[in-house]
């Protein structure tokens, strides 16, 4: 099983709700990632998770706030989000260090 | 909203064609490459990668070359189809476990 699954795929709140963006996989990966799109750019970085642990930050709002139950899982809440905040949130893993990155399909998401 | 103006780099060839793709990368300590194929409403797929200790690497009909001396990538795709349409982008490797991606090209491939 190569496949990371995010879920929804589609998301729309409102300013003041507070949502959670999911994704799974189940290929033994011991890093996770996370990567906001936005239309016609080019994924950027936000958040990785290496062993379970947070390692890296990009300096994101605390609006954005991700959680890795165990090591197939990857969440991402929502809080108090901006209309500037809809975008593609993309979910990745990998084996680690130096090696591909696998990447899910995506949660549209639509700040209204 | 997008800025006025924005737009991706179009390589726009016929079908059969042999394609070439460039990716110019900023980090001289990055160390492994990659460049990724995303579909409309796709998330990126992996096609190839290449670390810094090759100049080529070889695919199904896709080839990437890479030049250190002046930090290009390129990406070739042989007798490209139609199902090769998509945006493409390399990425690079400049720290521990970060991915950071280029702009991107949009390739259109016409029967």
């Known amino acids: 099983d190569t496949e990371v699954t995010q879920t929804p795929k589609h998301l729309v709140m409102g300013m003041t709700n507070k949502k959670s963006l999911k994704c799974e996989q189940h290929?033994?990966?011991?890093?996770m990632y996370w990567y906001k799109q936005k239309a016609k750019k080019p994924p950027e970085l936000m958040f990785v998770y290496s062993y379970e642990k947070l390692s890296i930050n990009e300096s994101v709002p605390s609006r954005f706030s991700p959680e890795c139950p165990n090591s197939s899982l990857l969440n991402l809440h929502l809080h108090a989000l901006q209309p500037e905040d809809s975008a593609l949130y993309l979910c990745?893993?990998?084996?680690?260090?130096?090696?591909?990155?696998?990447f899910g399909p995506g949660t549209r998401l639509t700040v209204t | 909203g997008e800025s006025v103006g924005l737009h991706l780099p179009t390589l726009s060839v016929q079908e059969g064609d042999n394609s070439i793709i460039n990716c110019a990368y900023s980090n001289s300590a990055s160390d492994y490459f990659i460049w990724y194929k995303q579909e409309s409403g796709k998330g990126p797929q992996f096609i190839i990668d290449i670390r810094s200790n090759m100049d080529k690497r070889q695919g199904q009909r896709v080839t990437v070359l890479l030049n250190k001396t002046v930090k290009h990538l390129s990406l070739q795709i042989a007798a490209t189809q139609p199902g090769d349409s998509a945006v493409y982008f390399c990425?690079?490797?400049?720290?521990?476990?970060?991915?950071?991606f280029g702009t991107g090209t949009r390739l259109l491939v016409s029967p």
């Open positions: 990425a690079e490797t400049p720290g521990f476990q970060k991915l950071v």
């Open positions: 290929m033994g990966h011991r890093a």
């Open positions: 990745a893993s990998s084996q680690g260090q130096g090696s591909e990155q696998y």
